[in-house]
């Protein structure tokens, strides 16, 4: 016969083994794709719709980044920061570009494709795959990074915050003149956090604002591979 007292543990130990699973979980690596875009650049909405398809799939973390160089064609990108544009630049050499060009797809930092064509942007999630690096998650205002393998002289740790969903933008001027663009879970702020030396470490996570969600992507400096990436 199975006692009060023994029933309440069984109840408790279910519990943990619930929450650990659920942890675990919201723990478990990504595949991180992050679409260089304008809204001055004609050659971008189906890479934007190519987005879209993929957002929603489990373990894919999408993000996209307006870039500025096209500003001058007329239309002022409504998201475009120059910081974005820097991040897109700090890929080409590695990935073996002579400089920019949009629409671009990075995964994971390593592979990339202009993912305008149909199912372009799987193709890549599935090569892609997930990232490899240490544990990484997010909770109760701090970020927490386990013990790894570094690359020498250590990995950047970035916060990014973007608006999880789809915004429409009506483009008035430009190459899209008279076009309303969707854009799926656009970036508004990338901030470097600090640095990763492979020790275990935990930082502080400032609070989101204006209803954004947040990722933090662990990454070898000087556009090099994401190691690791989590999103509340």
């Known amino acids: 016969?199975?006692?009060?007292?023994?029933?309440?543990?069984?109840?408790?130990?279910?519990?943990?083994a619930l929450a650990a699973t659920l942890g675990a979980a919201s723990a478990q690596p990504l595949t991180v794709v992050e679409l260089f875009t304008s809204q001055g650049c004609s050659s971008c909405p189906p890479a934007n719709a190519n987005l879209i398809k993929v957002k929603d799939q489990p373990g894919v973390?999408?993000?996209?980044?307006?870039?500025?160089?096209?500003?001058?064609?007329?239309?002022?990108?409504?998201?475009g920061r120059q910081e974005f544009t820097q991040r897109q630049v700090n890929y080409e050499p590695p990935l073996g570009h002579d400089g920019p060009f949009t629409p671009q797809v990075v995964v994971n930092g390593s592979?990339?494709?202009?993912?305008?064509?149909?199912?372009?942007?799987?193709?890549?999630?599935?090569?892609?795959g997930?990232?490899?690096?240490?544990?990484?998650?997010?909770?109760n205002g701090k970020v927490s990074i386990g013990a790894g393998t570094a690359p020498g002289g250590g990995a950047d740790i970035w916060l990014v915050r973007y608006d999880k969903g789809v915004i429409e933008v009506p483009v008035s001027r430009g190459e899209n003149t008279g076009r309303t663009l969707p854009h799926a879970n656009v970036v508004h702020s990338l901030e470097k956090l600090g640095r990763w030396n492979g020790k275990a470490a935990t930082l502080p996570l400032p609070a989101a604002g204006g209803g954004l969600s947040t990722a933090v992507l662990v990454q070898a400096p000087d556009g090099g591979p994401i190691l690791a990436a989590a999103a509340d």
Do not use: C
């Not at 990232?131 to 997010?138: A, N």
């Open 130 to 139: 997930r990232t490899q690096g240490p544990e990484l998650s997010l909770g």
């Open 61 to 79: 973390l999408a993000l996209s980044f307006n870039v500025t160089y096209w500003d001058y064609l007329g239309w002022k990108d409504t998201f």
């Open 1 to 16: 016969m199975t006692g009060p007292k023994t029933t309440l543990g069984k109840v408790l130990l279910a519990g943990a």
């Open 111 to 128: 592979h990339d494709a202009v993912g305008a064509a149909p199912g372009e942007i799987q193709s890549l999630i599935n090569k892609g």
